[in-house]
Nanobody, 125 residues
Framework: QVQLVESGGGLVQAGGSLRLSCAAS????????MGWFRQAPGKDRDFVAA????????YYADSVKGRFTISRDNAKATVYLQMNSLKPEDTAVYFC??????????????????WGQGTQVTVSS
């Protein structure tokens, strides 16, 4: 089992920044692909970003490229999502997730085995 706890969400004005954190506990964290997803009310859960186990490979949704940065600290078993230049359309509940097998289908939420409870991000215009 892997437990994930997100933090860092909140209310911010458009153009502002937030940094989300996701702390993992349980089984070995270091070998997992970690992902961030978001879900707005009435919409599907969408891929935001993912990081390979080493942090050397990162992947982003087109909508956040150049604004969001995913990083991880394996010593702390924590993954981060730095969000800059936030827009009202970034408003959603943000979830971190673990993919134990490192699937190439990293944008598909179905390949992630463990999920956090989510943290709300609200961007006002």
């Amino acid at each position: 089992q892997v437990q994930l706890v997100e933090s860092g969400g909140g209310l911010v004005q458009a153009g502002g920044s937030l940094r989300l954190s996701c702390a993992a506990s349980g089984r070995t964290f270091i070998t997992y692909t970690m992902g961030w997803f978001r879900q707005a009310p009435g919409k599907d859960r969408d891929f935001v970003a993912a990081s390979s186990w080493s942090g050397g490979d990162t992947y982003y949704a087109d909508s956040v490229k150049g604004r969001f940065t995913i990083s991880r600290d394996n010593a702390k078993a924590t993954v981060y999502l730095q969000m800059n230049s936030l827009k009202p359309e970034d408003t959603a509940v943000y979830f971190c997730a673990v993919d134990e097998l490192g699937s190439r289908r990293r944008t598909d939420p179905a390949v992630y085995e463990y999920w956090g409870q989510g943290t709300q991000v609200t961007v006002s215009s």
